[in-house]
């Protein structure tokens, strides 16, 4: 499966942005995806996943509350809206997919990438 994510930007603190990730390719809706983050001279991180269909979603600490995972399998799609950024969000985004229907307890599950998006949150 190849994914495409889109929608990032410069926003300041306290706006919102919605990213999205396109799957084409073989894709399947039994497949566990989610969005990681890398900021400016950090390792990349787990933001957000949700398994196949939409029922169960996990979130990093410091963005719970304030971002939300969805998927549209009809569409192939996977978006993350993120409300009330904060300059500490600043980060290349990636959306990923799993090859399982649960998330993975590892983030090594996470087998297919696509290029990132950048989100710059400015103070």
């Known amino acids: 499966v190849q994914l495409q994510a889109s929608g990032g930007g410069l926003v300041q603190a306290g706006g919102s942005l919605r990213l999205s990730c396109a799957a084409s390719g073989r894709t399947s809706s039994a497949y566990a995806m989610g969005w990681f983050r890398q900021a400016p001279g950090k390792e990349r991180e787990f933001a957000a996943a949700?398994?196949?269909?939409?029922?169960?979603?996990s979130y990093v600490d410091s963005v719970k509350g304030r971002f939300t995972i969805s998927r549209d399998n009809a569409k192939n799609t996977l978006s993350l809206q993120m409300n009330s950024l904060k300059p500490e969000d600043t980060a290349v985004y990636y959306c990923?997919?799993?090859?399982?229907?649960?998330?993975?307890?590892?983030?090594?599950?996470?087998?297919?990438w696509g290029m990132g998006t950048l989100v710059t949150v400015s103070s």
């Open positions: 990923a997919a799993a090859k399982t229907l649960f998330i993975p307890s590892d983030n090594r599950g996470f087998d297919s």
């Open positions: 949700i398994n196949w269909n939409g029922v169960i979603t």
